[in-house]
Structures are given as structure tokens and as C-alpha cells.
């Protein structure tokens, strides 16, 4: 379950952020917006640390994928959930470098695909949490 989780979505569609973001409140996450690559490392500094990354690849000046790079070369190490849209073959092995606790959604999804992956990785995460 999503309840409580410190979640940070990314986004540059409002429509999209607004859905991914809601749906994730209704679970009762407590959720940071960020509509851009830029505001997401922004984010990551001043209201981190999260539980949750969920980011769009495409976004104008960073894509999501490079600031996750820039977050995980920072030491920063959380599970996030890549969101894309683009057929760009190069796109699964990139998110693939970020780490075993990154997965690719590909647009457009159902809601409860994002939920569902959202909670496998929260899950797989609070045994490390714990110790």
C-alpha cells in the first residue's frame, strides 16, 4: 500500500502529472509535483528524501531519465517508475543502467498498472528500510 509514501511525479503534461498524481493521493501517498527534469532535481533537493520517483522520459530542458541519472551519481537512491511514451529503442536500456529498482511504464497506461507497479517496488523497498 501507497499509504504515507513521500512520492515525487514528474511530468511536463498537466493532464498526465494531474492523473498520475491523483491516483496516487487516492492511495493515500503524500505527493510532490514537478513539471519539468530540472524541477524534479529540484525537488529531490528541497523536499526529499522520497519514498517514490515517478517521471516522464521527454521533459523540456532534462529529461527524466538524466535526472535520475544526476540523483543516483549524487547518491540519491530510490525506486522510480519511468514513464514514456517514445518508441526510442535506446530508452529501455537507459532506464535499465539506472538500477534494479527502476521499471518502464510505456503510454499510454491504466492507472492501475502504475498502482500496481508503484506498490511492488514500495514493498520490495521496506525490507531495506527496516534493517
Given at each position: 500500500m501507497?499509504?504515507?509514501?513521500?512520492v515525487l511525479i514528474?511530468?511536463d503534461?498537466?493532464?498526465?502529472?494531474?492523473a498520475v498524481?491523483?491516483s496516487?493521493?487516492?492511495?493515500?501517498a503524500?505527493?510532490?509535483?514537478?513539471?519539468s527534469?530540472?524541477?524534479?532535481i529540484?525537488?529531490?533537493?528541497?523536499?526529499g528524501?522520497f519514498?517514490l520517483?515517478?517521471t516522464?522520459?521527454?521533459?523540456p530542458?532534462?529529461?527524466?531519465v538524466?535526472?535520475m541519472?544526476?540523483?543516483?551519481?549524487?547518491?540519491l537512491r530510490?525506486?522510480?517508475?519511468?514513464?514514456?511514451a517514445?518508441?526510442?529503442?535506446t530508452?529501455?536500456?537507459a532506464?535499465?543502467r539506472l538500477?534494479q529498482?527502476v521499471?518502464?511504464?510505456?503510454?499510454p497506461?491504466?492507472i492501475?498498472?502504475?498502482e500496481s507497479?508503484?506498490?511492488?517496488l514500495l514493498a520490495?523497498r521496506r525490507?531495506?528500510?527496516?534493517?
Open positions: 501507497l499509504s504515507g509514501s513521500h514528474a511530468d503534461d498537466p493532464d498526465v502529472l494531474a498524481a491523483e496516487l493521493e487516492q492511495l493515500d503524500n505527493v510532490v509535483r514537478a513539471n527534469g530540472t524541477e524534479l529540484d525537488r529531490l533537493a528541497d523536499s528524501p519514498d520517483v515517478v516522464d522520459v521527454a521533459m530542458w532534462m529529461t527524466g538524466s535526472a541519472r544526476a540523483a543516483r551519481t549524487a547518491g530510490m525506486p522510480t517508475i519511468v514513464m514514456t517514445l518508441s526510442d529503442e530508452i529501455p536500456a532506464v535499465k538500477g529498482d521499471t518502464l511504464l510505456r503510454k497506461f491504466e492501475h498498472e502504475l507497479m508503484a506498490e511492488k520490495n525490507p531495506d528500510v527496516a534493517d
